[in-house]
């Protein structure tokens, strides 16, 4: 069974940055891809960011490209997400869950992913 276990949530102020941290249980971390998502208060959940299981291969939404950055430790079971230039549209409850499905992480949606954590929030002050 994988449990994924989100934190390095806070409040920071626009411009600033954050780095996410998820932590995995089980023998298997390594063999699975992982993405990030977010629920915006008021809005559906959206993919952010997803990493192959090796972490040579990794994939962002449009509106993250170039100021956040997907990155794994398989030894440490962990995947991170730094967060540069944050914006105070990027205020949300971040999740990490497993992609399933289809190796590839280019093309991820919401509907590859399951064992979502239980999330850790950001807010971004103007």
């Known amino acids: 069974q994988v449990q994924l276990v989100e934190s390095g949530g806070g409040l920071v102020q626009a411009g600033g940055s954050l780095r996410l941290s998820c932590a995995a249980s089980g023998r298997t971390f390594s063999s699975y891809a992982v993405g990030w998502l977010r629920q915006a208060p008021g809005k559906e959940r959206e993919f952010v960011a997803a990493?192959?299981?090796?972490?040579?291969?990794?994939y962002y939404a449009d509106s993250v490209k170039g100021r956040f950055t997907i990155s794994r430790d398989n030894a440490k079971n962990t995947v991170y997400l730094q967060m540069n230039s944050l914006k105070p549209e990027d205020t949300a409850v971040y999740y990490c869950?497993?992609?399933?499905?289809?190796?590839?992480?280019?093309?991820?949606?919401?509907?590859?992913?399951?064992?979502w954590g239980q999330g850790t929030q950001v807010t971004v002050s103007s």
């Open positions: 990493i192959s299981w090796s972490g040579g291969s990794t």
């Open positions: 869950a497993r992609k399933t499905g289809p190796r590839t992480v280019v093309g991820a949606t919401l509907a590859d992913f399951d064992s």
